[in-house]
């Protein structure tokens, strides 16, 4: 394809990866056709609904630094420099991300992230957006993209190749191909829901150390809270949706209420809405997407959430969908056609996606149950004192997938499986103080582990 005289590239959903890479396309010379069923973000202002506030972590920022979008973002992030954690008698640890300085993750504004990104891509005059659209179908046999127009109602069809879908987890494009039988879904949902709360600034400052993450970890439950610009917070509240503590169990103003006295004592005195917000706000499900294939011949391609949404305990899907993007600007480097693209694309990312959708599982474990678990604390710090000893062959493997964009997940995944097996043996062959022994560690780190390239 020639950027040039090709027809526009239809991008469907000008969420956080649709809006990054209509950039992209742009900066390469693509016309770029931007669909949204939302009215347009800046001309509204920010939207209720899912996850206020996300963690930005080094794969985001590499992608946004790449599409040259990272000036206009910077001054948006705020940076946790670990996990707050919260024991049930309101007694605080923190539990920092790395080991050096750098080592932080971001808290920015999904609105104003998305914002921003829009206003990057409208900077371009081969970029068309269009809000307010639906799409309700792609049909790739009859070439043609289905839409509503919601300002005037009508029902329209434009030509369909090529398209990219980043219309997210409940992509409409997902669910017409398998509606169609051209792909197969599978969507394996999380037996816990969530729920947005407000932690209010005072005097416009944050109530709570504004440069964690702090988490309330109750074993089976969780309560989590990322700050915000404005001086709040954003609390999220993880819990099952049946059973003894659960969302269907807190039917009723004096059962949140009770509830959260009893499991979150030091943070309902800061949630002074409590009550009104958790009846008010909607109650949010997780899961995963498994899709099979990504791309339908060169007419549609499914990036993003679209082809891969998975649980936010990495706090990674955002990334991963940035990183998304750049992958297939790169690959625009050595093709010419649309279908030897999307399949290259589908055959460098599956993987990695694969990988941190099992990762992300994983954590929700750790981040609710573990942290609060001596063994794991100590594994952990094991884990430091390695990464100190053997910086090019032992890297944590929640460093590895926050802070390390060279390393793919899948390559994270499959040395930190490693790294897990010579922590078990080092823990368990402490010495009477509890000390580890550095002669086993060098052993087991140079036989299992190859240096990390680059
Ligand atoms: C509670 C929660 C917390 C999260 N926290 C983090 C985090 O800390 N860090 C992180 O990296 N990720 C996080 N994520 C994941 C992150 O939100 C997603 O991975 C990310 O938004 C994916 O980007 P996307 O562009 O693929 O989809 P989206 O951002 O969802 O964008 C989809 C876009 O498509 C539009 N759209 C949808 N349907 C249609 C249609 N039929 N027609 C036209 N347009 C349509 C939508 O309006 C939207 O603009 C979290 C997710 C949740 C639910």
New binding site residues.
């Given amino acids: 394809m020639k950027p040039a005289n090709s027809r526009p590239t239809n991008i469907?959903?000008?969420?956080?990866?649709?809006a990054l890479l209509s950039v992209l396309l742009a900066r390469r010379g693509f016309k770029v056709t931007l669909?949204?069923?939302?009215p347009d973000p800046r001309e509204t202002s920010a939207e209720g609904g899912?996850?206020i506030n996300?963690?930005?972590a080094a794969r985001?920022i590499h992608s946004l630094e790449r599409a040259g979008v990272m000036d206009r973002v910077r001054p948006l992030l705020i940076p946790m420099r670990g996990r707050m954690v919260h024991d049930a008698s309101g007694s605080t640890a923190l539990h920092p991300y790395g080991q050096r300085e750098h080592e932080v993750i971001y808290s920015v504004s999904r609105a104003a992230l998305n914002r921003v990104l829009i206003e990057e891509a409208a900077r371009h005059n081969t970029v068309e957006m269009r809000f307010e659209?639906?799409?309700?179908a792609a049909v790739p046999e009859r070439d043609v993209l289905r839409f509503r127009d919601r300002k005037n109602p009508t029902e329209y069809e434009a030509p369909l190749a090529p398209t990219i879908a980043?219309?997210?987890?409940?992509?409409?494009v997902r669910t017409s191909l398998a509606r169609a039988q051209q792909v197969s879904v599978r969507e394996d949902w999380l037996d816990h829901d969530?729920k947005e709360l407000t932690i209010p600034a005072r005097a416009g400052r944050h109530v709570l150390d504004g440069k964690s993450l702090h988490v309330w970890p109750r074993g089976g439950f969780m309560l989590i809270a990322l700050p915000n610009t404005d001086g709040s917070f954003t609390a999220?509240l993880f819990l099952a949706r049946a059973g003894q503590n659960s969302f269907a169990a807190l039917s009723n103003a004096t059962a949140v209420d009770e509830f959260f006295r009893r499991e979150f004592t030091d943070a309902v005195p800061l949630m002074p809405e409590l009550t009104r917000e958790f009846a008010a706000h909607p109650q949010?499900q997780?899961g995963t997407v498994h899709l099979t294939p990504w791309h339908i011949g060169g007419s549609v391609l499914l990036l993003?959430?679209?082809a891969h949404?998975i649980v936010?305990f990495h706090?990674?899907?955002?990334?991963?969908?940035f990183e998304d993007c750049i992958v297939l600007d790169g690959l625009l480097d050595r093709h010419d056609e649309w279908e030897p693209l999307f399949a290259d694309f589908a055959h460098a990312r599956r993987a990695n996606a694969a990988a941190i959708a099992e990762m992300a599982l994983e954590n929700y474990t750790e981040m609710r149950d573990t942290v609060l678990d001596t063994g794991f604390v100590r594994r952990k710090a094991i884990a430091m004192e390695l990464e100190r000893r053997f910086p090019d062959r032992f890297i944590p493997r929640y460093s590895m997938v926050m802070f390390h964009p060279e390393i793919p997940y899948a390559e994270a995944q499959r040395r930190g499986a490693v790294q897990a097996k010579i922590l078990a043996e080092l823990d368990s062959r402490r010495d009477a103080s509890g000390a580890t022994d550095p002669q086993l560690a060098d052993t087991l780190v140079k036989e299992r582990l190859t240096p990390i390239a680059g």
């Fill in positions: 469907v959903g000008a969420g956080l990866a649709g669909y949204d069923r939302r899912r996850s996300l963690a930005l985001g659209q639906t799409c309700t980043t219309d997210g987890a409940g992509s409409a969530y999220t949010g997780l993003g959430d679209a949404a936010p706090g990674q899907g955002m990334n991963a969908a």
